[in-house]
């Protein structure tokens, strides 16, 4: 065709048609882009959905170690506020003794968000308000609790444990130990130990509780965003 209209001397309607022709191939081209963008969108909000969904459900598990957490160091303050000294029975030294040595355990609280986080999904959480309610629970809230039960598990290793193993040798003449612990017991690094446990366990179960409760609202939240 671009032929005979050339042989007819028609130059003005051969380039009329070939621009047609250009124009539509870059229309082709741009709705090929378009549609490729529109999948890659689409795939990216299943993606983030799957997320969500997996974040909640390590909320769920994170909730559920942070309470069983909670209620053993529960009873620890119980154990520490009950202890009578050495007038207590040798059971009684040895819960406290236990109560004392036990640190706070930690464990990884963020693995989805810090791979939302590296992929850079998290921009495309359409609320800006749950965006935010996020970061600040993971950046803030729960790295906040997760570095003090560090610092207290490096604590009890450093301090406490040795301090424990190198006045309470393990004797099978009871009556020795028992002299043992009651000396052991008496002494002011003890006092300062049992003491500075006991502040340390009052402020994580206050922490936690806050931790747990802000984790609550942040699974409502995910869970509302979900269901538009």
């Known amino acids: 065709m671009r032929q005979n209209v050339l042989s007819e001397g028609k130059t003005g309607k051969y380039l009329k048609y070939a621009i047609g022709e250009i ?10 882009l378009q549609i490729n963008n529109w999948n890659d969108q689409r795939i990216e909000r299943r993606q983030l959905h799957f997320s969500l969904y997996s974040m909640i459900e390590e909320l769920n ?3 559920q170690f942070l309470e069983a957490e909670k209620v053993d160091k529960q ?6 506020e ?3 000294g050495v007038t207590g029975s040798d059971q009684d030294h040895r819960y406290i003794v236990f ?4 640190e706070i355990k930690s464990k990884e609280f963020n693995t989805i968000y810090l791979s ?3 992929e850079k999904k998290l921009r495309l959480i359409q609320s800006p308000e749950l965006r935010n309610q996020i970061t600040t629970f993971y950046e803030y809230e729960l790295a906040g609790i997760r570095e003090a039960n560090i610092w207290h598990e490096k604590f009890v290793g450093e301090n406490v444990d040795p301090y424990i193993l190198d006045n309470i040798p ?3 003449d009871s009556e020795a130990k028992h002299e043992m612990v009651n000396d052991f017991i008496n002494q002011s690094k003890f006092k300062n130990i049992l003491a500075t446990q006991k502040v340390i366990y009052t402020g994580y179960v206050s922490s ?5 409760q802000l984790a609550n609202d942040l699974k409502t939240s995910i869970s509302s965003h979900l269901s538009e």
């Open 23 to 32: 124009l539509l191939v870059i229309i082709g081209i741009l709705l090929a």
């Open 61 to 63: 598990q994170n909730i």
């Open 75 to 80: 009873k620890r303050l119980l154990t520490i």
């Open 82 to 84: 009950n202890f009578k």
């Open 99 to 102: 109560a004392v040595s036990d």
């Open 116 to 118: 939302l986080k590296d």
């Open 170 to 172: 393990l004797f099978n």
């Open 208 to 212: 936690n509780e806050k931790v747990t």
